[in-house]
Nanobody, 122 residues
Framework: QVQLVESGGGLVQPGGSLRLSCAASGRIFAIHAMGWYRQAPGKQRELVAL???????TYATFVKGRFTISRDNAKNTVFLQMNSLEPDDTAVYFC????????????????WGQGSQVTVSS
């Protein structure tokens, strides 16, 4: 069993910053890509950022250089540093990880965090 536990959400004023963390635990042989998604009320879940196991990041266009994704492979943790937050960034943020849970044969499965509310408002 694998669990992803998120922390770091909250209420922030426009222009402020937040840092989200997501730690994976359980029967983990390796973690491939990790990422952050978000879902605003009445909207579909959308990708925010992804990072490969070697640390190569990709970002959604709307990030516009404001967010930085990073990971600590030794701690099976992914981070999302969010700066210059805007009201449109208000959403529930979910972390995701592609986890290798078996080696013979190699078996990979997708896991999600519980979601962290981020509210940007004055």
């Amino acid at each position: 069993q694998v669990q992803l536990v998120e922390s770091g959400g909250g209420l922030v004023q426009p222009g402020g910053s937040l840092r989200l963390s997501c730690a994976a635990s359980g029967r983990i042989f390796a973690i491939h890509a990790m990422g952050w998604y978000r879902q605003a009320p009445g909207k579909q879940r959308e990708l925010v950022a992804l990072i490969t196991s070697s640390g190569y990041p990709t970002y959604a266009t709307f990030v516009k250089g404001r967010f930085t994704i990073s990971r600590d492979n030794a701690k099976n943790t992914v981070f999302l540093q969010m700066n210059s937050l805007e009201p449109d960034d208000t959403a529930v943020y979910f972390c995701n990880a592609a986890v290798v849970i078996g080696l013979s044969p190699m078996t990979e499965s997708d896991y999600w965090g519980q979601g962290s509310q981020v509210t940007v408002s004055s």
